[in-house]
């Protein structure tokens, strides 16, 4: 639900809600506004509210590390570094125009409105481009850190392991039966049951500073080249995590014609291959994607099939609108993809 704004907006201004996650209790919505100079978009950034308003797996936190640490955007923002972190990589932020911590604690952002071609409607050359570039800015922060105390702990772990995941799995779901054959579901399975082990294994992967959000709804290319939104995540990370993401996340919700997968498979990891260069060998750089796009979705066909068994169906406030068996049927080559990865990233 979005936080009422009208100290913030002044006669003659007006106001158009953009999407968000709405399950994320860090954010107290998003909106363009309108302004006497022109628009600008507005996000609030609320505190830790009681329990029942979000779901659990979505709370907040006042522990500036852990994964959902409910400052760290403003933070960022206001400490220049989502402005400057991948900037050598021509990678920027949205210009930060101000901040007003507001009464109820809340912390509001007023952030450039980025003009732009949007993530979705991307080219698979734009996106292996981005590839690149983050390939670049890993490779200049490998090994080190910006220091900050706020910076995400362990957010690859910690994120995963919230999500929300109920035993025993239904694996024989009529709706996984039909859009799942046996062997992905047997793959999937397995997956789950070495979550452990692929997280641990990313633990041994060079590590970088990582945005921990790089999908489509978070980038816009403009004039300058890539935008990236929502630093809200930010903090060290092992390569291969934002590369994994960046591909997985493009087509996961059915955003993007998965007929472009392949190309988009192709054009990301080579670039993010020749970014990383010659810091980091090519094989070791595949190796990293595949294991961390295990680690970041080990959950989620044993969530899905949950949220049949919990008899979840509403999707209007999902990212993803498609009915259980279109969505299910959507992501098989996606699963499929992640399954070919995880053998190869833990034989």
């Known amino acids: 639900m979005s936080e009422p704004i009208e100290d913030l907006i002044r006669p003659g201004w ?12 860090a ?22 509210r009681p329990p029942g308003n979000h779901p659990p797996h ?30 050598p990589a021509g990678v920027r932020a949205p210009v930060l125009l101000d ?12 952030l450039e409105d980025v003009a732009g071609r949007p993530g979705m409607e991307c080219s698979p050359e734009q ?12 490779a200049a922060w490998l090994g080190r850190s ?6 995400a702990r362990d957010w690859l772990r910690a994120y995963t392991l919230s999500r929300p995941v109920p035993e025993p799995q239904r694996w024989d779901h009529p709706v996984a039966v039909r859009s799942w054959p046996a062997e992905l579901r047997d793959g999937l399975r397995l997956l789950w049951e070495r979550r452990h082990d692929v997280l641990a294994a990313t633990d041994e992967l060079p590590r970088t500073l990582s945005h921990h959000d790089v999908w489509p709804m978070n980038l816009i290319v403009a004039a300058d080249g890539p935008v990236l939104f929502d630093w809200s995540f930010v903090g060290p990370g092992p390569i291969g995590e934002d590369a994994a993401n960046l591909i997985l996340d493009t087509f996961f919700d059915g955003l993007v014609g998965v007929d472009l997968l392949d190309e988009v498979v192709s054009a990301v990891l080579a670039g993010y291959q020749r970014g990383l260069a010659p810091a ?36 209007s406030q999902h990212y993803d609108s498609r009915d259980d068996l279109s969505m299910f049927a959507g992501r098989r080559r996606v699963l499929e993809l992640l399954m070919a990865w995880f053998r190869l990233a833990l034989p």
């Open 14 to 25: 007006s106001v158009e809600p953009l999407g968000h996650n709405p399950f994320n209790a």
């Open 27 to 48: 954010t107290g919505g998003i909106w363009r506004v309108r302004r006497d100079t022109g628009t600008a978009i507005l996000k609030i950034a609320a505190p830790p």
């Open 58 to 87: 979505w709370a907040t936190s006042d522990d500036p590390g852990h994964w959902n640490y409910w400052r760290r955007e403003p933070l960022a923002y206001r400490s220049g570094l989502a402005a400057t972190a991948y900037a």
């Open 99 to 110: 901040t007003v911590e507001r009464g109820d604690g809340s912390v509001a952002l007023w």
């Open 127 to 138: 996106l292996g481009d981005l590839g690149h570039r983050l390939g670049v800015a890993h």
């Open 146 to 151: 910006p220091g900050q105390g706020w910076l």
């Open 280 to 315: 980091v060998d090519a094989e070791v750089v595949r190796r990293a994607v595949a294991l961390c796009a295990a680690a970041k979705y080990f959950w989620l066909a044993p969530g899905m099939i949950g949220a049949l068994a919990r008899r979840d169906t509403d999707r």
